[in-house]
């Protein structure tokens, strides 16, 4: 009963206060001065500065210092503007949101992803959902540096759960993952045997350059032992899919994900080593701004990813 009374002296408050005195406010506010509002919303100074005085009469308070060159908020008007934009905020985001239910799942959602994930788990789902929403269209740009999707302009991102910023709101997709070595049944007939990861360093290992710069090391884990070990070899790449290609040629060891030698291991043309030292881990995520204002398409989509999930 209480909440009640508080929403109807609100509302007894703001309906006091006619929106365009607020908005007058708000943009001289915003703009410092009262031609530079006016501009923007296409009246007068004047006009303006009358609106503005007829808040401060109904609110019994002065908002601006006012001068020939000048023209800035008081302590009070620095207050209630702190307080009235994020309201006003909130109201214009519940009027779109609204508006957005009311709307069909369309429009372009940009996605940044890492090749690999894309063709994994990404394509697949996107092909399903567009197929149950033609209005919907989906840009991927595919990038093995971790962006800030805000700043680059992405609806959301797809990465490894572990990588995923902890102020990110993240929808796991697609299975566990798995990192193996993997080489060519040729080349382990003929090679060192291999029991533990410090064997490694007994054989040629294709290597993958980072796009920073750096090798990636390969890491192994077993009953609560972690090793990431360094390799060497004669043959560094810098994509997943040639230390893929090497390998089933027969130069030597790969550290790959499962899902891309999964053909191979079906083939027989390659063998998995270390099977005990390389568990699986949580897969890929989809993410994206907690804060942000979440359109029809994305809503869309999102329910579609937690229904299959």
Known sequence: MARD?????????VSSLPPGELAAFLAVAEHGGFRAAARTLDQSASALSHSV?????????KLFHRSTRNVSLTDSGRRFASRLVPAISEIGLAVEEIEDMNAAPAGLLRINSDANAAEQVLIPLLTKFM???PAMRFEIVSDTRLVDI??????CGIRL????????VAIPIGPDQQHIVVASPGYLDNAPELVQPSDVAL??????RMSGGSIYRWEFQRRGETLAVETSGNLVVDHSRLLLAAAREGYGLAYVTRWMASEGLRDGSLRQVLADWTPTYPGLCLYYPRHRHIGAGMRAFLAYLRAIR
């Open 150 to 155: 805000a700043e680059g302009g992405f609806d």
């Open 131 to 133: 197929a149950t929403q």
């Open 5 to 13: 009374v508080r929403i109807d002296e609100i509302f007894r408050t």
């Open 161 to 168: 759960a572990e990588l995923v910023p902890d102020e990110m």
């Open 203 to 208: 054989h040629k290992c294709v290597q993958l």
């Open 53 to 61: 005085a007829g808040l401060e009469k109904r609110l019994k308070v």
